[in-house]
């Protein structure tokens, strides 16, 4: 590389001095021991700074939209009978404006999108008041797809505070109900897009999964939610919790109609760097709604044991999914039990890149990626003043906090040693998925839980939350797809009278997105979910 000396003319406002080397290497319990040493570092700290003032003075490059052929209209913020639901974040009409539109796979159909979704010109919350006026500059790539489909983006939905949160209490904009029970959670963090396509109000919903939250609101509200394989579906142009958790994915009513908008958004864009061998290109993506009527005859279906013996887990629920489970026998599929006990350990690794690569991402630190940065939205995040701390929900707070302990405090290694173990995760589950095409266990070890007092405190909603993330989050670090489908409901332990939706997660290896289409269709046109038992 090229030498970063000090120039002969520098910058007026170049403010490196011997101090900042000195200061610099204290932090790091350093010192610099000759004192040339400290003149050459003051000297190429000097120079580099010049090149960094430059980057910064530049102009960003923000990819454009096509408003021409995609206008943005009626755009506003829906208050009383519009949004009983309290679901909807932002409204919006956005469609093709040319005869395309009449012709694609989407054509006609309304889509939802999580509020962490950009989309140029229509504010986006992302659930919280620690900022309010964030107006994205361009549209995520998922959103350009379904408007080349012929989908309509009616709008933006709720999403948890940050998306940090699994029960749907967090949004600044207040609580929403469980589409089945009012008082009760609709799942989170892509609450809203639960609610929204679960009563009906859209066709579909794209959400967003870090640790389950496309599966969560999906298995409380008795739709049909898929967290994709890592990358398969562009993350561009998406506020990230953690690259390596980060996921967005299909919400619908219905199986087919998930596997269509899978079909519609699934892809390389050549932008999100997740992207690995065996992502197709857009001219090459499955014809999955095809794949998904195939049929299940012949498959062999392994009833992850780790996934029905976990803490909280309400045994009644566990039976109606492993008798929904071996029901998919009478469909001419093998149904066995298989263990992978390192399962269980799912949720203890989450923490480590959850919270410690997480928290570097938050703070903008979250170096190495070739992707879009949402520098836009960084400008509202930081810096991170104490008035903003004050405003953060639980969730958000505690990652803060447990985040720069972790930094401060944990062995160098411990992130490192993490990985690796997810890793063996990754290949402990391979293993057992050479002997069976699919994984399935519950979503949730429970039913949906009834809503806290907003005036709950940190410790009281920790407890309200307390255990929707055990099975789906390991999938979110393995990168395996995964997708929650209804098979039933229960009534609640918390309260007699509502009956809640159970969802059956299925689970395959990198790419076989259509084996879990093919399982979930089949099961969906053998049985009523809404009256198996």
Known sequence: MSATLAPETVSPENPISAKDVVDTLAKLNLTVSKPQDLADFTSLLTGIWEMWNTIDKADDYVPTVDEERFPRKDVHRPEGAENETNAWAWKCDIRDATEASKTGLLAGKTVNMKDNIAVKGVPCLLGTNVFQDWVPNTDATIVTRILEAGGIVSGKAVCENMSMWGVSTSAAT???????????????????????????????????????????????????????????????????????????????????????????TAG????????????????????????AKTGAKGLRIGILKEGFDQPLADERLSALVAKAAKALETLGCVVEEVSVPMHKMGPTLWTAPGRMSGHASLLAKNVGRRTLHLND???????????????????????????????????????????????????????????????????????????PSTDSTIVEFMHNSNGVSLNTSAFNLTGLPALSLPVGFLPSLQDPNPKLPVGMMIVSKFYEEATIYRVAYAWEQAFDWKTFE
């Open 174 to 264: 207040g609580q929403m109900s469980n589409v089945w029970a009012e008082g009760f959670s609709a799942g989170g963090s892509s609450s809203g897009t639960g609610v929204l396509v679960g009563k009906g109000i859209t066709w579909g919903g794209m959400g967003g999964d870090q640790g389950g939250s496309i599966r969560i609101p999906s298995a409380c509200n008795g739709i049909v939610g898929l967290k994709p394989t890592t990358g398969l579906v562009p993350y561009t142009g998406i506020a990230s919790l953690e690259p390596i958790i980060d996921s967005t994915g299909p919400m619908t009513m219905t199986v087919l109609d998930n596997a269509l908008l899978l079909q519609a």
């Open 268 to 291: 390389a864009d050549f932008i999100d760097d997740r992207q690995q061998a065996g992502c197709p290109l857009p001219g090459q993506v499955p014809d999955y709604p095809a794949l």
């Open 377 to 451: 939205l960084t400008d509202k995040v930081l810096p991170l003043t104490q008035d903003k701390f004050d405003r953060m929900f639980a969730g958000n707070s505690n990652a803060v906090v447990t985040g720069q302990w972790a930094w401060d405090h944990l062995p160098p290694t411990l992130l490192g040693k993490a990985m690796n173990l997810i890793r063996k995760l990754r290949d402990d589950y391979y293993a057992a998925l050479d002997k069976y095409d699919v994984l399935v266990m519950p979503t949730m070890p429970m039913l949906a839980p009834k809503l």
